[in-house]
C-alpha cells in the first residue's frame, strides 16, 4: 500500500519567518494530495490540496508544490504568524482499479509547527 | 448547520467491557471513514464506506467493526477494547466515492482511554 513519510516532525520559526514542510509518498498511482491543519485539541481541517496534475498550488500565504518525478510534494508557509502554530499532515490518495481503493487516504505522521513571537 | 457529531467525545472503559463510538452527519455525503491518531503516528484509517451497506477495510482494522445501516450513520464498534487501543479517534465524511477527490469534514473526535 501506499507509504507517506513526512518531515521535520518539529519545526519552530520566528514570526514573519517561512516554514517548509516535506512529504514523499511510494505509490506513483497516488494523484491526489491533501494538507491538513489541527490545532491544539481540535479536529484537523484542509487548508490546501493538489491533483497530480499541476505542479503548484497557492492561497494566499500557503502554497503546495508536487514534484511527481521524485514522489514528493511540500508545503510553503510564508509570513508566518502565531495562528499558524499547529500540527500538519499532508496525506495521499491511491487511485486504483478497485473502486474499494479509490477513497483511501494514507497521511504522514504530522509536522508540529511552532511560531516563536 | 452541516456538521460531523461523535459520541461519545471521551470515555474510559475496562479491558473486554464492548462499546460503541456514534458517528452521525447531516449532510447527506456517501462516504464515511474512522480514523485513530496516535502521537508519532499520525491519522490511521481504520474502516471507511463508500455508501450504504459498503464497507472496507482500511490500515488498521483489527479489533473493530462498522457497520452503514443508513446513509448519516456509521458506528465504530470494539467488542472486545484493550490498552492499546487507547487513542483518540476521528469519523470523517466527503461528498464523493470513486475517484472523488472532495475535502474531507472531520468530527470532533473521541478521546478513548482502555484500563
Known amino acids: 500500500g501506499e507509504n507517506v513519510e513526512q518531515h521535520p516532525s518539529t519545526l519552530s520559526v520566528q514570526e514573519g519567518d517561512s516554514a517548509v514542510i516535506k512529504c514523499t509518498y511510494s505509490?506513483?498511482?497516488?494523484?491526489?494530495f491533501p494538507w491538513y491543519k489541527q490545532e491544539l485539541g481540535k479536529r484537523p481541517q484542509l487548508i490546501i490540496d493538489i491533483r497530480s496534475n499541476v505542479g503548484e498550488k497557492k492561497d494566499q500565504r500557503i502554497a503546495v508544490t508536487l514534484n511527481k518525478t521524485a514522489k514528493h510534494f511540500s508545503l510553503h508557509i510564508t509570513e508566518t504568524q502565531p495562528e499558524d502554530s499547529a500540527v500538519y499532515f499532508c496525506a495521499a490518495s491511491i487511485r486504483g482499479q478497485d473502486t474499494g481503493t479509490a477513497s483511501k487516504l494514507t497521511f504522514g505522521t504530522g509536522t508540529r509547527l511552532q511560531v516563536t513571537l | 448547520e452541516a456538521q460531523v457529531t461523535q459520541n461519545p467525545r471521551y470515555l474510559i472503559t475496562v479491558t473486554g467491557k464492548k462499546l460503541t463510538v456514534t458517528c452521525s452527519q447531516n449532510m447527506n455525503h456517501e462516504y464515511m471513514s474512522w480514523y485513530r491518531q496516535d502521537p508519532g503516528l499520525g491519522l490511521r484509517q481504520i474502516y471507511y464506506?463508500?455508501?450504504?451497506?459498503?464497507?472496507d477495510k482500511g490500515d488498521v482494522p483489527e479489533g473493530y467493526k462498522v457497520s452503514r445501516k443508513e446513509k448519516r450513520n456509521f458506528p465504530l464498534i470494539l467488542e472486545s477494547p484493550s490498552p492499546n487501543q487507547t487513542s483518540l479517534y476521528f469519523c470523517?465524511?466527503?461528498?464523493?466515492?470513486?475517484?472523488?477527490?472532495?475535502?474531507?469534514?472531520f468530527g470532533p473526535g473521541t478521546r478513548l482511554t482502555v484500563l
Open positions: 505509490d506513483s498511482a497516488s494523484n491526489y
Open positions: 464506506s463508500m455508501n450504504v451497506e459498503v464497507t
Open positions: 470523517a465524511t466527503k461528498r464523493g466515492t470513486v475517484g472523488s477527490y472532495n475535502e474531507q469534514f
